[in-house]
């Protein structure tokens, strides 16, 4: 099994691709995990928001592989703990399909999106700068795919 993360937005900051990258070198034994950044819609004053959420959503689903099981970063979607997102990730597992996690723009996912989602995952009440989830996102499932591994990263 292989992941994708298709983010909104590009250019991360070097403290963020930093990170990401030392997560996903990480992970690379137990998930192999490939970022696709696509541009975000044109905003700004007299532009629309909705054509804006459109055209990424657009780019992003464009982006998504034709059979993986997609994963939604939404705020009103399933929360997870650690141990609990340890057992979705071997739940995936058992599908024999490839995974695609999905974060969104500004203002979220466009509704073609969310309706291409076979899961929304929520990391939580706090609103977080959506460069800073694509780290969180990586943490979050090498920590999973070690307790998986019984790796003693995870010491909670």
């Known amino acids: 099994m292989k992941a994708k993360l298709v983010a909104v937005g590009e250019r991360a900051p070097a403290w963020v691709a930093d990170g990401f990258a030392e997560y ?3 992970l690379s034994h137990w998930l192999p995990l490939d970022l ?8 700004g004053k007299g532009r629309d928001t909705v054509r804006a959420m459109s055209d990424e959503g657009a780019r992003v689903l464009g982006a998504v592989p034709r059979d993986a099981l997609v994963v939604a970063l939404d705020g009103r ?3 997870h703990s650690s141990e609990d997102l340890a057992q979705r990730l071997e739940h995936w597992r058992m599908q024999g399909r490839d995974l695609a996690f999905l974060i969104g723009g500004p203002e979220g996912h466009a509704p073609d999106v ?5 899961e929304r995952w929520s990391l939580g009440p706090l609103t977080l700068p959506h460069m800073l989830v694509r780290l969180v996102l990586a943490e979050q499932l090498y920590r999973a795919a070690a307790m998986l591994a019984n ?3 995870h010491r909670a």
């Open 36 to 43: 696709i950044e696509v541009e975000p819609g044109l905003r």
């Open 114 to 118: 969310l309706a291409r989602a076979d």
């Open 77 to 79: 979607g399933r929360l």
């Open 151 to 153: 790796h003693p990263y």
């Open 24 to 26: 996903r070198k990480r």
